[in-house]
């Protein structure tokens, strides 16, 4: 589909100066279509009377219309046996619409104008005439000719000569009053004026007055446009409109390039004027109700650049914007009773500047900063930064910062975002030493976080990475000595490597290592612990994985003996600590409480009575070499002693007795050889008890 933009229509009844059937009955049509498309087009014309929907008053189709880069023309009417029929023609207004290759019609329709009617006026010819018209020819001046209608009253007025000058022409309304009046030569030049119903004069236009052409509007007797082609200062074109009460309203003066506006009183609200302050530039003024100058725009203020100006009611400046400030660039100032409280200016990196009511600065911005680029400065009352913000520190790096300031006009907040290769927080003290610091990537490639004491030295350190190799977190502890600041206290999130576990180191006041708890020793598994001694060298060593304490020196300082695990029968009754005890024979591994005197199986003595429990005890789980009970094989224990065979000294020998699970005083060395319990340490005179003894198996 062709579609149709800035349509051009050109509507000419082609007539004749015969008789009416020799009138061709044509109208031009001319359009372009959007398309641009050249070659051959079909176009179809209808006629309404609305300019949507409505009736079909006329409608043709002419095929193989040539055209030209989208542009075409049709006669209508030439496809139609005599044209265009008077029927098109019977309604008070008529559309045309235009159908391209038969696709839906083009819109909008298009009105037709008076000239396309005109075609009806050969009917007149027909008509008799009703009106005479009475032409007069005078000799006045050069001859001048008068047309008079039926009734005497003038018509048209032809002068020749009017006032020694050139000729006029007037025309009149049926009241015999002028309506429209032509002068071939005015005192200037040539004139025209229309008049009202009333005879006044309404319009007036000279061809040239004094200063050139000039065309005046009345509004009544009033004037109220005024526009001539040489007024003004230099003699240039200029407008101007006045109210009923002539006062001039609006003038626009081309030879200054100024328009003026005025209220009612005449007094000025507005200036547009081609040139401002004597400069090349053009200017723009407002005035309030009062009179006072508010608004102020100057292109070329000091033939350095364009400024405005907003002023309040009293006159005093609020508002500056320049462009060009200090030599061509630009600059904003807002100000409070003419002193500037905001000043943002582009010669110094985009400075942006605050101020507070005494007028002293409170907040800076700069485009260009330290390391070339922005910055954000927070000022207090005595001028000093409590706050900034660079975007590029101006270090290789490129990195921004933040700094925020303490009464003493020192930095006590600092961040900064690449700090060895990644962020970093600091918190400093009111003396501007280090408090708190956070790095984002500390030297080992992972985040850290420091702590500092009031003589700005690291006591705590927590790393994200203890080592480059990504073993795991470290968190250090530092003492705070005057001479020194020593790692004490320190835990390796990944001791030895990134597969290896956790450890906890101490160390002395010297720095050297004290104690180690390693949560994966070495190759091995399990954990180990290290105490070492001043030097440094292992004195206790604990590993976890063969479950062995290395040790010069072990002190045990909860029991006196030495036991193993043994499971025990009790026949008639339960296991008591005290109870001596032999070997089963019929439970490998196993004991039983003794019941005969001098039994050579015997294996020992229940660990734990009296209070005195077993010192150190040795075993192995799931095996023969475990069980409930805890044997003391040496050592010290009490025991239950029957003296029934003797008195019991201490140094005396003791052996099973025939008192189930008691022992008693040798009286029988040979009998008893093989079956020796041990010495007592304490006495029994008689009956039974416990005695202190010195366990020690022969």
């Given at each position: 589909m062709k579609a149709m933009t800035g349509v051009g229509l050109a509507f000419l009844w082609i007539m004749s100066a015969t008789a009416v059937a020799d009138i061709p009955r044509l109208l031009n049509y001319q359009a372009r279509l959007d398309s641009g498309v050249s070659g051959s087009i079909d176009v179809t014309v209808r006629f309404y009377d609305a300019p949507a929907g409505g009736n079909l008053l006329f409608s043709e189709t002419q095929s193989g219309v040539s055209a030209a880069d989208g542009v075409f023309a049709v006669l209508i009417g030439a496809a139609t046996v005599g044209g265009v029929p008077d029927a098109a023609f019977d309604a008070s207004e008529v559309w045309i619409g235009v159908g391209i290759d038969g696709a839906p019609e083009l819109t909008p329709r298009v009105q037709l104008g008076l000239a396309p009617f005109?075609?009806?006026?050969?009917?007149?010819?027909?008509?008799?005439?009703?009106?005479?018209?009475?032409?007069?020819?005078?000799?006045?001046?050069?001859?001048?000719?008068?047309?008079?209608?039926?009734?005497?009253?003038?018509?048209?007025?032809?002068?020749?000569?009017?006032?020694?000058?050139?000729?006029?022409?007037t025309m009149y309304r049926d009241t015999g009053t002028r309506s429209v009046e032509f002068l071939g030569g005015s005192s200037s030049g040539g004139q025209m004026q229309l008049f009202s119903t009333g005879g006044s004069n309404s319009f007036q236009a000279w061809a040239e007055s004094s200063t050139g052409a000039r065309m005046?509007?009345?509004?009544?007797?009033?004037?109220?446009?005024?526009?001539?082609?040489?007024?003004?200062?230099?003699?240039?074109?200029?407008?101007?409109?006045?109210?009923?009460?002539?006062?001039?309203?609006?003038?626009?003066?081309?030879?200054?390039?100024?328009?003026y506006l005025r209220r009612a009183t005449g007094a000025t609200?507005?200036?547009?004027?081609?040139?401002?302050?004597?400069?090349?530039?053009?200017?723009?003024?407002?005035?309030?109700?009062?009179?006072?100058?508010?608004?102020?725009?100057?292109?070329?203020?000091?033939?350095?650049?364009?400024?405005?100006?907003?002023?309040?009611?009293?006159?005093?400046?609020?508002?500056?914007?320049?462009?060009?400030?200090?030599?061509?660039?630009?600059?904003?100032?807002?100000?409070?009773?003419?002193?500037?409280?905001?000043?943002?200016?582009?010669?110094?990196?985009?400075?942006?500047?605050?101020?507070?009511?005494?007028?002293?600065?409170?907040?800076?911005?700069?485009?260009?900063?330290?390391?070339?680029?922005?910055?954000?400065?927070?000022?207090?009352?005595?001028?000093?930064?409590?706050?900034?913000?660079?975007?590029?520190?101006?270090?290789?790096?490129?990195?921004?910062?933040?700094?925020?300031?303490?009464?003493?006009?020192?930095?006590?907040?600092?961040?900064?975002?690449?700090?060895?290769?990644?962020?970093?927080?600091?918190?400093?003290?009111?003396?501007?030493?280090?408090?708190?610091?956070?790095?984002?990537?500390?030297?080992?490639?992972?985040?850290?976080?420091?702590?500092y004491s009031s003589a700005n030295r690291m006591t705590l350190q927590l790393q994200g990475n203890e080592e480059d190799n990504g073993s795991g977190a470290g968190l250090a502890m530092y003492n705070n000595s005057a001479s020194s600041n020593t790692r004490t206290v320190f835990i390796d999130g990944g001791f030895g490597g990134s597969s290896r576990g956790g450890a906890i180191t101490l160390s002395q006041g010297d720095?050297?290592?004290?104690?180690?708890?390693?949560?994966?020793?070495?190759?091995?598994?399990?954990?180990?612990?290290?105490?070492?001694?001043?030097?440094?060298?292992?004195?206790?060593?604990?590993?976890?994985?063969?479950?062995?304490?290395?040790?010069?020196?072990?002190?045990?300082?909860?029991?006196?003996?030495?036991?193993?695990?043994?499971?025990?029968?009790?026949?008639?009754?339960?296991?008591?600590?005290?109870?001596?005890?032999?070997?089963?024979?019929?439970?490998?591994?196993?004991?039983?409480?003794?019941?005969?005197?001098?039994?050579?199986?015997?294996?020992?003595?229940?660990?734990?009575?009296?209070?005195?429990?077993?010192?150190?005890?040795?075993?192995?789980?799931?095996?023969?070499?475990?069980?409930?009970?805890?044997?003391?094989?040496?050592?010290?224990?009490?025991?239950?002693c029957d003296a029934s065979g003797g008195p019991i000294t201490p140094g005396d020998l003791l052996t099973t007795s025939s008192t189930p699970g008691h022992a008693m005083k040798v009286s029988d060395h040979t009998a008893a050889q093989g079956a020796i319990i041990g010495k007592a340490m304490t006495a029994l005179d008689n009956g039974r008890g416990m005695v202190l003894v010195l366990v020690s198996l022969q």
């Open positions: 005109a075609g009806k006026a050969a009917l007149a010819e027909g008509l008799s005439a009703g009106v005479t018209f009475t032409p007069i020819l005078t000799a006045n001046n050069a001859g001048d000719v008068e047309l008079l209608d039926p009734a005497g009253n003038r018509e048209f007025y032809f002068e020749t000569d009017t006032f020694g000058s050139a000729g006029r022409f005046i509007l009345r509004n009544g007797t009033s004037r109220t446009i005024d526009l001539s082609s040489g007024g003004g200062t230099n003699t240039s074109g200029s407008l101007e409109m006045w109210n009923d009460s002539n006062q001039q309203l609006i003038d626009l003066d081309a030879g200054t390039a100024s328009l609200t507005a200036q547009l004027t081609g040139t401002m302050s004597g400069t090349d530039g053009g200017g723009l003024a407002l005035w309030s109700g009062d009179g006072t100058q508010t608004v102020t725009i100057d292109a070329d203020e000091a033939d350095g650049g364009a400024v405005l100006f907003l002023d309040n009611e009293n006159g005093d400046r609020t508002i500056e914007l320049d462009a060009s400030e200090g030599g061509g660039n630009g600059a904003i100032r807002l100000r409070d009773n003419d002193n500037v409280a905001f000043a943002l200016v582009t010669n110094d990196g985009a400075t942006a500047l605050f101020n507070n009511a005494a007028h002293i600065p409170t907040v800076q911005v700069i485009g260009d900063g330290n390391g070339g680029a922005g910055t954000l400065r927070m000022l207090n009352a005595a001028a000093n930064p409590t706050l900034e913000i660079m975007s590029d520190a101006g270090f290789d790096d490129d990195r921004s910062q933040i700094f925020m300031y303490g009464a003493a006009d020192t930095t006590t907040v600092e961040l900064d975002s690449r700090e060895s290769n990644g962020g970093l927080m600091r918190l400093n003290d009111v003396s501007g030493n280090s408090g708190i610091d956070l790095i984002a990537s500390g030297n080992r490639a992972a985040g850290d976080v420091r702590l720095g050297v290592e004290s104690i180690l708890i390693n949560g994966h020793n070495g190759d091995f598994d399990g954990g180990a612990i290290a105490v070492r001694d001043g030097s440094g060298a292992a004195a206790i060593t604990l590993l976890g994985s063969t479950g062995r304490t290395i040790t010069k020196v072990l002190e045990i300082t909860g029991g006196s003996d030495l036991s193993e695990q043994f499971d025990v029968a009790a026949d008639d009754g339960a296991v008591e600590p005290g109870m001596v005890v032999c070997i089963d024979p019929a439970r490998p591994g196993k004991l039983k409480i003794s019941r005969s005197a001098h039994d050579r199986t015997v294996a020992g003595v229940v660990s734990g009575a009296n209070g005195v429990n077993t010192g150190f005890v040795m075993g192995q789980r799931g095996t023969l070499a475990d069980g409930a009970h805890p044997i003391a094989l040496t050592g010290r224990v009490w025991v239950h």
